[in-house]
């Protein structure tokens, strides 16, 4: 017999991981899905459709609780390099570096202005010079707990990764796009597990977010191209 229980935590842990998992609400404006407002609008879907054995449900020596974690981390990632795509692709600013030391990323950050609510992307690549290179450049801490310090100003900092890949620096004001979710941000992933009646063995999984992306302002981006990531 299913073990209802069982099945709730495993959508529970699925849920909890994704948000914990997802940066969206961190780093571009989000909205709730208004009716009035957003319905003529396209709206993406990003998710988990799978079949699950119904066995993981049953049996007490099988804990698929990992694999659940996973599946909400994979839906964040994937909402992620989705975001990464859109601002690479549009007509942001561009500058080129000669090196990707601490002094020229923080006069590029400077730049832009107010600081209160920039964002700056960094590669995966460039993780020990930052901690080590730049804290010697700069003799003080500026990269603490993923976040870059600049003028007594805490950056938020997040990394690319194997899975969302990209080579430049880039920096945002969340406020360059909109995020719509629908319904709504707090409730924006939707999460149904039933049995398959195709397949009496398996569960049918189905998890997923319904978002619109726009980018409103290019120029409140701003991508620093290092030496070896130019095209001349």
């Known amino acids: 017999m299913l073990k209802q229980d069982r099945i709730s935590k495993c959508i529970s842990l699925l849920k909890k991981s994704y948000f914990e998992s997802s940066i969206i609400t961190k ?3 989000t909205l709730d899905f208004n009716e ?3 319905q003529n609008l396209d709206f993406l879907k990003f998710g988990i459709w799978t079949y699950v054995p119904k ?3 049953i049996r007490d020596d099988v804990i698929p609780d990992f694999v659940f974690i996973e599946f909400g981390r994979n839906i964040a990632i994937g909402e992620k390099k989705y975001l990464i795509k859109k601002i690479l692709n549009s007509n942001a600013r561009q500058k080129s570096l000669t090196e990707a030391n601490y002094q020229n990323i923080a006069t590029a950050i400077m730049e832009m202005g107010d600081l209160s ?3 700056i992307f960094a590669p995966i690549d460039h993780y020990v010079k930052m901690h080590i290179d730049w804290t010697k450049e700069a003799n003080a801490l500026v990269v603490e707990e993923n976040e870059l310090i600049v003028k007594s100003h805490r950056i938020p900092l997040f990394w ?3 899975y969302v890949d990209f080579k430049d620096f880039i920096i945002v004001r969340r ?3 909109r995020w719509i979710a629908k319904p709504s941000v707090r409730d924006r992933l ?3 597990m039933l049995q398959s009646s195709e397949k009496p063995d398996q569960m049918e999984l189905k998890a997923q977010t319904l978002f619109h992306l726009d980018v409103i302002d290019p120029s409140q981006i701003l991508i620093l191209k ?5 095209v001349n």
């Open 27 to 29: 780093v571009i404006e």
């Open 160 to 162: 690319s990764s194997k």
């Open 226 to 230: 290092l030496p070896a990531n130019r």
């Open 190 to 192: 939707s999460v149904e």
């Open 36 to 38: 009035t407002q957003h």
């Open 55 to 57: 066995e993981w449900f």
């Open 117 to 119: 609510d920039i964002i």
């Open 175 to 177: 406020s360059f796009g």
